[in-house]
Nanobody, 116 residues
Framework: QVQLVVESGGGLVQPGGSLRLSCAASGSLFSIYAMGWYRQAPGKQRELVAF???????KYAESVKGRFTISRDGAKNTVYLQMNSLKPEDTDVYYCNKYPAYDRYWGQGTQVTVSS
């Protein structure tokens, strides 16, 4: 199965710290669709964190508004999620996908752990 998105940039960070996630997407996916970042904790449903349209408009979940910034680089077919002021409750596996999400496009995700 061809993987259309590859997430990277996760890791372990202390509360209040920052991370930048990257999502390398196939050109056909990236150029046509709005792209989103999602997250999922064990035993919970996957939730939308933020999305960005092809025109650059953005929207965020209330829980991350003011702390996270989504952006996209057309030259690199890459979507970023800059995460600042991280909290323990941000600990999750983070995924990118088109917005709205399509089941066949889920990647492996990248683990973010916020802990002291």
């Amino acid at each position: 199965q061809v993987q259309l998105v590859v997430e990277s940039g996760g890791g372990l960070v202390q509360p209040g710290g920052s991370l930048r996630l990257s999502c390398a997407a196939s050109g056909s996916l990236f150029s046509i669709y709005a792209m989103g970042w999602y997250r999922q904790a064990p035993g919970k449903q996957r939730e939308l964190v933020a999305f960005i349209t092809t025109g650059g408009s953005t929207k965020y979940a209330e829980s991350v508004k003011g702390r996270f910034t989504i952006s996209r680089d057309g030259a690199k077919n890459t979507v970023y999620l800059q995460m600042n002021s991280l909290k323990p409750e941000d600990t999750d596996v983070y995924y990118c996908n088109k917005y709205p999400a399509y089941d066949r496009y889920w990647g492996q995700g990248t683990q973010v752990t916020v802990s002291s």
